[in-house]
């Protein structure tokens, strides 16, 4: 419980100080200028985008290995947030490029393959909604999770060879690329931050799902004891 | 009973369950004729237009109509709980999937038979020279259509609204498949027709990964 409580209190106060270091200690870009800060939000929310939807992989082959309902319950966690983490990646996304590329959207390998992992995780979401019998619901999402996991590199390649406009990885990108030191250290501090949350954000709704499975089964008990109840009356009566 | 001749019996028991009716066969070339007419009404395209559209109608008309065409390859064994059957037989799982991937590999490869020739003449592209590496590209093509294709009916068919759940599920996945495709076919279609590695290439590596998965997969699938 204190676990929960400061966990949220870290991840409260490291999100509210990389919104300030992303606004006021990062230099001015020069020639994007403030547009440029958006960077600070939207390459973290892919960061923990990935970080959830690897998570789901990892949760959807040990529950096929195990069976272990926890799998399960942590796989659908990180699916849910990390559509969402994509959402906001896919929001900040046409935000910054409108001013600075002069377009909304564009086909490029990166755009596309992110569009694409947002719909193949909405559809294992909305799978899982329509499999009525629960052991049916957790394995065959966690198969179609595999598959929609060995899709990722295939899309990105195929739309790599296809056309690609989104800039060349800064950060790692070989000769030619790098952050100014603050910059780096401020995107540093942001990712910490939105993972960190997103990492909250997943336990919580893995709690949830728990607490789900813990009330049906409660509920199972409770009819079961209806049932059995007049039986017991007559023996004693 | 080895894999390859439980497979092959399958494959025999699809085909009869088939052609008894033909209706699957039947329903699935009309509606790729219905897209490929649709498009004209929609684009009006000239000689030119086509030969550059072409390749992406044709393969939209594939996709569209296999996952229509795919959608009772599970469900109908629901009816009479015959899967239930299959599963008490001493085979693997894989050969039950095999099996039917084989049968829907012919249905749609038929289908493409029939409409790739119409496709041709009513958008006057000429396919002389280039048969041969045509059926390749569309052999390709149709196999990660159906591996996949199988696999998510095997899943779709456990769900509620599975007619409309598993073009949801096939068509994002099938993405790499397509842009390979229509590539490869676009080289087949130039002044000039070239077989692009790449792109055959990379559907071969889509039909690798894929074929993998779902015999590594096969047992959850078919499970009770």
Redesign the interface.
Known sequence: MTGRIASRIAAAALIFFAGYAALFIAPDEKTMHVIQRIFYFHVPSWIAMFCAFTVVFVANVAYLATRNAKWDWLGVAGAETGVVCCTIGLITGPLWAKPVWGIWWTWDARLTTTFILWLLYICYLLLRGLIDDPEKKSTLSAVFGIFAFLDVPLVYVSNRLWRTQHPQPVILGGSGSGLDPTMSKVLLVCTLAVVGVMIVVLMDRYRLERLRHEFEELQIEVESRIAEAPAIARERG | MNTPRAAAILLAKELRLEFRTRELLSATIIFGLVVVMMFSFAFDPTAAESRRYGPGLLWIAFLFAGSLMLNPSFAREQTNDTLDALRMAPISSFAILLGKMLANFIFMSLAELVLVPVFGVLYNVSMAGIVWRLILVLALGTVGLTV?GT??SA??A?????EL?LP??LL??L??LL??AV?ATAALFTEQPALDR??VA?LA??DI??LT?SWL?CD??I?E
């Open positions: 996949t696999v998510f899943i779709s456990h769900a509620r609204m599975r759940l949801l599920l994002p996945i993405t790499p842009i390979g590539e790449m792109w990379l590596g889509f990964v894929f998965a997969l959850y699938l499970e």
